[in-house]
C-alpha cells in the first residue's frame, strides 16, 4: 500500500484552556491521520517557540504557504525526512522560531498516524513494531499547586498517584481513580473552604498547605495499597524553576513562608524523599542546575529523580546531564522539541544510558491520545497524564484499548525504582 502524501491541511481549533491552537490533517493515498498541539503553562526556557509571532493563524498561513506544496507527494513512512524537511523549511533555527514549533508537531505527528493509518496499523503498532507490548505505568496528578493553582495552594506543582505495584494498565488507572476520589474527600474534610475546584490537569485545589498535601496524599496512597493488595506510592513534580529567584538565589516557598538556598534545597528534597518514600521526583531544582540533579541522583535510592525543563526533551541537554549522573529519568514532551524524529532521538540517547523516558501530556492539551502509543512504540516505562478530566482521561482510555487489543500478550512495563 502506497502512503504518499496527497495533502496536509491545517485548521485553528481549541485546548482544555480554551486557548487556540493548530490541528492538521495529513492526507495519503491511503490514509489519513490528524494531530494538535497541546500547550505548557510552566515552560522551560530551551523549549521550542510555539508559534511565530505568538499568533495561531501566522502558524496556518504559513503551512499553506510554504509546507503543504514542499511536503506533497513525499512518501509518509519517511517520518526521518519528512522531520528533517521541517527543519529545513524553518530555515534550522534550533527553535522553530519561524514555522513554530506546534505547527512541527502537529504536521510530525498526523504525519505518522496517517503513514500508519495507510498501512492499515494502529500508530504504536507501526512505530513499534511486534515487540510493542508493554504498558506504562500512570503518574496522576492529584494535587496541584505552584503555577498550575490560584489561591493559598501549595508551592509544589503537583502530588502525583504512582501505582508502580499494579499488575495491568486498568488496574493502575482504577488504583489513581480511587486515590483521586479519596483525596478530594479528605481535602473536604481538612478544609472548609474547599469546594471541589480543579486545576487544567483535573487535579484538585485546595487552600492548605505544602506540608498538609503530604499527608493525605500519603495516608490515601497507605490505605489505597493495603485495599487493592499492591503498591500504590507517590511523587512530586517540583517545577523549582517556577519557585527560583534567581535574583536572591534562593528557591521562595510563598505558601509555607519559607526561602531555601541550593544546599537547604538539596536537603529539603532528600528528606522528603526518605520521610514519604517518594517513588519520584520531576524538577527539583531549577534548569540550568545540573549540578544539584546530579547530588540529589547519588545521595537517593529508589526514587525516579526526573528533569523535565531541566532536558526540555532536548538531546543535547539530555548529554549534559548524562556526562555527570544528573537524574535518572527524563519527561518526554514532543512539543518541547518540535517533532516525533527528535523525541524519539532524544529517548533513545535516554534508553542507551540507563535513564527512564516518561512520556507526558501538557497542562494545555487536547483530546488527541498519541502520547498513549508513542508509550507502547518506544517503550517508555511511565506516562504522565493525570488521573480525569477528559484530554488526560482520552489517553488513559487509549492505553486500556491497546492493552485489551494486546490480549495475553500485553504486560506491564520493566521498572525498577532505583
Ligand atoms: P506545563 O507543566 O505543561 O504547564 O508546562 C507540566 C509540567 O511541568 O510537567
Ligand atoms: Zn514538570
Same mark, same amino acid.
Given at each position: 500500500?502506497? %502512503?504518499?502524501?496527497?495533502?496536509?491541511?491545517?485548521?485553528?481549533? +481549541?485546548?482544555?484552556?480554551?486557548?487556540?491552537?493548530?490541528?492538521?490533517?495529513?492526507?495519503?493515498?491511503?490514509?489519513?491521520?490528524? $494531530? %494538535?498541539?497541546?500547550?505548557?503553562?510552566?515552560?522551560?526556557?530551551?523549549?521550542?517557540?510555539?508559534?511565530?509571532?505568538?499568533?495561531?493563524?501566522?502558524?496556518?498561513?504559513?503551512?499553506?504557504?510554504?509546507?503543504?506544496? /514542499?511536503?506533497?507527494?513525499?512518501?509518509?513512512?519517511?517520518? /526521518?525526512?519528512?522531520?528533517?524537511?521541517?527543519?529545513?523549511?524553518?530555515?534550522?533555527?534550533?527553535?522553530?522560531?519561524?514555522?513554530?514549533?506546534? &505547527?512541527?508537531?502537529?504536521?510530525?505527528?498526523?504525519?505518522?498516524?496517517?503513514?500508519?493509518?495507510?498501512?492499515?496499523?494502529?500508530?504504536?503498532?507501526?512505530?513499534?513494531?511486534?515487540?510493542?507490548?508493554?504498558?506504562?505505568?500512570?503518574?496522576?496528578?492529584?494535587?496541584?499547586?505552584?503555577?498550575? &493553582?490560584?489561591?493559598?495552594?501549595?508551592?509544589?506543582?503537583?502530588?502525583? $498517584? +504512582?501505582?508502580?505495584?499494579?499488575?495491568?494498565?486498568?488496574?493502575?488507572?482504577?488504583?489513581?481513580?480511587?486515590?483521586?476520589?479519596?483525596?478530594?474527600? $479528605?481535602?473536604?474534610?481538612?478544609?472548609?473552604? +474547599?469546594?471541589?475546584?480543579?486545576?487544567?490537569?483535573?487535579?484538585?485545589?485546595?487552600?492548605?498547605?505544602?506540608?498538609?498535601?503530604?499527608?493525605?496524599?500519603?495516608? =490515601?496512597?497507605?490505605?489505597?495499597?493495603?485495599?487493592?493488595?499492591?503498591?500504590?506510592?507517590?511523587?512530586?513534580?517540583?517545577?523549582?524553576?517556577?519557585?527560583?529567584?534567581?535574583?536572591?538565589?534562593?528557591?521562595?516557598?510563598?505558601?509555607?513562608?519559607?526561602?531555601?538556598?541550593?544546599?537547604?534545597?538539596?536537603?529539603?528534597?532528600?528528606?522528603?524523599?526518605?520521610?514519604?518514600?517518594? &517513588?519520584?521526583?520531576?524538577?527539583?531544582?531549577?534548569?540550568?542546575?545540573?549540578?544539584?540533579?546530579?547530588?540529589?541522583?547519588?545521595?537517593?535510592?529508589?526514587?525516579?529523580?526526573?528533569?523535565?525543563?531541566?532536558?526540555?526533551?532536548?538531546?543535547?541537554?539530555?548529554?549534559?546531564?548524562? @556526562?555527570?549522573?544528573?537524574?535518572?529519568?527524563?519527561?518526554?514532551?514532543?512539543?518541547?522539541?518540535?517533532?516525533?524524529?527528535?523525541?524519539?532521538?532524544?529517548?533513545?540517547?535516554?534508553?542507551?544510558?540507563?535513564?527512564?523516558?516518561?512520556?507526558?501530556?501538557?497542562?494545555?492539551?487536547?483530546?488527541?491520545?498519541?502520547? $498513549?502509543?508513542?508509550? =507502547?512504540?518506544?517503550?517508555?516505562? =511511565?506516562?504522565?497524564?493525570?488521573?480525569?478530566?477528559?484530554?488526560?482521561? &482520552?489517553?488513559?482510555?487509549?492505553?486500556?484499548?491497546? /492493552?485489551?487489543?494486546?490480549?495475553?500478550?500485553?504486560?506491564?512495563?520493566?521498572?525498577?525504582? @532505583?
Amino acid at each position: 500500500m502506497s %502512503s504518499f502524501i496527497e495533502d496536509l491541511i491545517a485548521r485553528k481549533v +481549541f485546548n482544555n484552556r480554551g486557548e487556540e491552537t493548530i490541528e492538521v490533517d495529513v492526507v495519503t493515498t491511503s490514509g489519513f491521520g490528524r $494531530a %494538535s498541539a497541546p500547550a505548557g503553562k510552566s515552560r522551560g526556557k530551551a523549549e521550542v517557540l510555539p508559534f511565530p509571532q505568538d499568533s495561531v493563524d501566522e502558524a496556518i498561513k504559513k503551512i499553506e504557504e510554504f509546507v503543504a506544496p /514542499e511536503l506533497a507527494g513525499l512518501n509518509a513512512d519517511s517520518q /526521518e525526512e519528512i522531520d528533517e524537511i521541517l527543519h529545513e523549511l524553518d530555515g534550522c533555527s534550533k527553535n522553530f522560531k519561524n514555522i513554530g514549533g506546534s &505547527a512541527a508537531f502537529a504536521i510530525s505527528l498526523a504525519n505518522a498516524e496517517a503513514a500508519a493509518n495507510s498501512h492499515g496499523l494502529l500508530m504504536y503498532q507501526f512505530l513499534g513494531g511486534n515487540s510493542a507490548t508493554s504498558l506504562p505505568y500512570p503518574l496522576g496528578n492529584c494535587i496541584s499547586g505552584g503555577q498550575h &493553582a490560584t489561591g493559598k495552594s501549595p508551592d509544589i506543582q503537583e502530588y502525583l $498517584a +504512582f501505582p508502580h505495584g499494579a499488575e495491568t494498565f486498568l488496574e493502575a488507572v482504577a488504583a489513581n481513580a480511587k486515590i483521586h476520589k479519596k483525596i478530594g474527600d $479528605a481535602l473536604k474534610e481538612k478544609s472548609n473552604t +474547599f469546594n471541589g475546584g480543579k486545576s487544567d490537569e483535573g487535579a484538585w485545589i485546595a487552600n492548605i498547605d505544602t506540608i498538609d498535601a503530604f499527608d493525605v496524599i500519603s495516608k =490515601v496512597c497507605d490505605d489505597v495499597s493495603n485495599e487493592l493488595d499492591f503498591e500504590c506510592g507517590f511523587g512530586l513534580d517540583v517545577a523549582a524553576s517556577s519557585l527560583w529567584n534567581a535574583k536572591e538565589s534562593k528557591y521562595v516557598y510563598s505558601n509555607e513562608g519559607v526561602k531555601r538556598d541550593s544546599g537547604e534545597q538539596l536537603e529539603y528534597m532528600r528528606e522528603l524523599i526518605e520521610k514519604y518514600h517518594l &517513588a519520584y521526583v520531576e524538577d527539583p531544582f531549577h534548569e540550568e542546575d545540573f549540578k544539584s540533579f546530579a547530588e540529589l541522583t547519588r545521595k537517593t535510592r529508589n526514587c525516579l529523580i526526573c528533569g523535565d525543563d531541566l532536558f526540555t526533551t532536548n538531546t543535547e541537554r539530555l548529554n549534559n546531564g548524562i @556526562r555527570i549522573n544528573a537524574g535518572n529519568a527524563i519527561i518526554i514532551k514532543v512539543n518541547q522539541i518540535g517533532t516525533l524524529s527528535d523525541a524519539a532521538r532524544t529517548i533513545e540517547t535516554a534508553q542507551s544510558n540507563g535513564y527512564i523516558p516518561v512520556i507526558s501530556h501538557r497542562s494545555g492539551d487536547t483530546c488527541d491520545w498519541h502520547i $498513549a502509543h508513542l508509550a =507502547v512504540a518506544y517503550k517508555c516505562p =511511565v506516562i504522565k497524564t493525570g488521573v480525569v478530566e477528559g484530554t488526560r482521561i &482520552a489517553k488513559l482510555n487509549e492505553l486500556i484499548r491497546i /492493552e485489551h487489543f494486546l490480549g495475553n500478550r500485553a504486560k506491564m512495563a520493566d521498572l525498577k525504582i @532505583r
